[in-house]
């Protein structure tokens, strides 16, 4: 049984729909010329939409933003930030005042120029980057129902509503994330699309000549156009995509820039604020006399009643939760607590010791295979996936089953060759709650995943990418297959964890830092070749610091080897090859860099070393001059790979151990000459 809907509010008689809307028009309208830049149009087109939507069928609650089971709305147009600051303050959201509305996209408000999830109460996610909102719209649509298959209706019951423009639908990613949803019938989804026609350079007509409607519905969703200024056409549309069996496009034919006499239709209401004499002109058009951003009380108190609408339907939602069994409401609130249970804790303890009595010498994306399998039981709201690649991420636990349409109670998702979508619908599933997502793809399609696994390092959401075959020890397939500069890129992305562990051991850690870190998304880069162990398990999680001593030569050192994944192996044989000749060679395991700069410069200082250092990683060097000093080498990749036998490959690039000892007795040389001249 649905829960009940939730009470339209019956408009005021002395209060239009028209009305409402202006109030969205001209606070939007006023925040851009006060701030002298922003994005008129889009809100300006869309607020009768925006109006009929938060009026009548969106269940909220400005008192509890956060409230599990509210619908949730995305700006996928995110440019159009003012449409939804402007509803925000209208429906009561306290942190969201007139005040933040004059200080639009100024330093330290609460309105910047783009929504920004965790920064603004209310706001679902960051969007900006057009068809990111639409994608990530799909993952809160999939974990809606996920949750809802386990939980049932009393607890997990609500829509996900998306405005998004041309330029979302344009995005490859769009394509990705509509297939996607469609096949798994999310009906749950309800995209309005501001269809005004119009882009930055000008017509749509321009550049793009798709039937969207067509397009939809050959993807599995249902589709229809209506005139989007009117609001029972608009109402009824709605009424009829929350009923469907499949997620549900609204095509609303707006008028860019609704008003606005010499601006309205054209792109030069899209970007820029109307100017003074064209507000002047819209404030007569629209029969709105009253001062920058003043809300006639009769107006704004419609809208608050609109915005106290959900209250009653949040406390039944309440009532409802608490005569569920205590059975099926424990592991309810369990999904939606971020924390890591205690059953967890000891299954990852019990297989890192295993790891290290039996010392497996296994590719790291074998070992991480063996970490999902040992806590998938342990952690059920650990929600897998791949795109397409699963025998080859090794993402699979035995355990999981997989979601389907007719089958929303499975753990491990198939995204099909839909990288993109995948990291987006990821995020989308973090932002929801009740799941830790993660998915699996080679580390080389990174940069197909990369705009969304950048939001979510800016939201500071934790999103887990299982990225395979990290070297040129993949081999044969190639250099279109071999990542090179990939470490490097990924790294350079703040707030993200980018870990490249060297054994079994180090995987099992890095796991665990990944599923700790609940302001941080993170990428595992995993080997296809093998390795040997070289790890004991120790009480302390070592990579949880970064880098830290493997091999500690006891009277002191004349050099610090430091490597990554499978060149830790390589700068090991290297420091038994500098022994032979007497010299002093520590090694550096550093599976996270991230992680090592956070730590205190004196362990810094103690793990590195005051003496010549080597990095050692099949990639290019990128930042690694930081950790080298002036002194320093690298050995490594300095262009693309090519396709051989891995063992053939790390011998034609240099990247063995015999280079690695060569590298270190220059370096130690050029400080001794140093020393003498000084």
Not at 22 to 27: H, V
Not at 143 to 161: K, S
Not at 217 to 246: F, L, Q, V, Y
Request: aromatic share 6%; net charge negative; proline share 5%.
């Amino acid at each position: 049984m649905n829960a009940p809907a939730l009470s339209r509010i019956a408009v005021c008689p002395d209060v239009s729909h028209a009305e409402m809307a202006n109030a969205i028009r001209f606070l939007v309208i006023d925040a851009v010329e006060q701030a002298k830049s922003g994005h008129p149009g889009m809100p300006m087109g869309m607020a009768d939409v925006a109006t009929v939507l938060f009026s009548q069928f969106l269940k909220f609650d400005p008192a509890d933003p956060a409230w599990p089971d509210r619908d949730r709305f995305v700006l996928s147009a995110g440019h159009g930030s003012m449409l939804l600051y402007a509803l925000l303050h209208l429906t009561g959201y306290e942190a969201v005042t007139s005040d933040e509305l004059k200080a639009f996209r100024q330093w330290g408000s609460k309105t910047p120029g783009h929504p920004e999830y965790g920064h603004t109460p209310g706001v679902e996610t960051t969007t900006g980057p057009l068809g990111q909102g639409i994608a990530t719209a799909v993952g809160m649509a999939l974990a809606e129902r996920l949750m809802n298959a386990r939980f049932g209706d009393d607890c997990v019951d609500h829509f996900t509503y998306v405005i998004a423009g041309d330029g979302c639908l344009m995005e490859g990613l769009s394509h990705e994330a509509i297939s996607l949803a469609g096949h798994l019938r999310l009906n749950r989804l309800i995209v309005l699309f501001d269809d005004n026609e119009i882009s930055i350079d000008g017509a749509t007509s321009l550049s793009c000549s798709d039937d969207q409607v067509a397009r939809f519905k050959a993807s599995g969703w249902s589709a229809c156009r209506i005139d989007g200024h009117d609001p029972e056409a608009i109402a009824a549309a709605i009424e009829r995509a929350r009923t469907s069996d499949r997620p549900s496009l609204i095509a609303c034919r707006t008028l860019i820039g609704f008003g606005a006499p010499n601006r309205q239709g054209s792109e030069k209401a899209h970007g820029a604020p109307l100017g003074a004499d064209e507000v002047a002109k819209t404030r007569d058009a629209l029969n709105w006399p009253h001062q920058p951003f003043q809300i006639p009380e009769s107006i704004l108190a419609q809208w608050r009643k609109a915005g106290s609408r959900g209250h009653a339907a949040r406390r039944s939602w309440i009532e409802r939760t608490k005569r569920v069994s205590a059975a099926a409401r424990s592991p309810f609130h369990d999904a939606l607590n971020r924390n890591l249970p205690s059953g967890y804790v000891d299954a990852m303890a019990g297989l890192r010791d295993r790891f290290a009595a039996e010392r497996p010498e296994i590719a790291t994306r074998q070992a991480s295979q063996l970490v999902i399998n040992a806590i998938a039981e342990a952690l059920p709201n650990l929600l897998g996936g791949s795109a397409d690649l699963t025998h080859s991420n090794l993402t699979h636990a035995k355990t999981h089953r997989p979601v389907q349409a007719d089958s929303l109670d499975g753990s491990y998702i198939h995204y099909g060759v839909r990288e993109h979508a995948m990291a987006a619908a990821m995020n989308g599933i973090a932002l929801h709650g009740g799941f830790i997502p993660y998915g699996g793809t080679f580390l080389s399609f990174a940069d197909y995943s990369r705009p969304a696994i950048r939001l979510a390092a800016l939201m500071a959401i934790r999103v887990i990418h299982v990225m395979t075959h990290d070297s040129i020890g993949l081999g044969e397939d190639g250099p279109t297959h071999q990542p090179v500069e990939h470490l490097a890129s990924l790294r350079a992305i703040p707030n993200l964890l980018v870990f490249r562990p060297g054994d079994a051991v180090e995987t099992a850690e890095a796991w665990d830092c990944a599923l700790r870190a609940q302001s941080n998304p993170s990428v595992l880069c995993l080997s296809r070749q093998a390795m040997p162990t070289f790890r004991e398990a120790g009480a302390q999680n070592l990579v949880a610091f970064g880098a830290y001593l493997v091999v500690d030569p006891e009277e002191g050192r004349d050099v610090t080897l430091i490597a990554t994944g499978s060149e830790v192996s390589i700068a090991m044989r290297a420091a038994e090859l500098l022994a032979s000749v007497s010299v002093r060679a520590a090694v550096v395991s550093a599976p996270c860099f991230d992680l090592f700069r956070q730590q205190s410069r004196e362990y810094r200082t103690a793990v590195l070393g005051r003496v010549p250092r080597i990095g050692v990683e099949a990639a290019v060097e990128g930042d690694w001059a930081r950790w080298l000093g002036d002194d320093g080498e690298f050995v490594g990749m300095t262009g693309f790979g090519a396709s051989a036998p891995a063992e053939t490959l790390y011998r034609e690039f240099g990247i063995t151990a015999d280079a690695v000892a060569k590298a270190a007795l220059r370096c130690i040389a050029r400080a001794r000459m140093a020393t003498s001249y000084a």
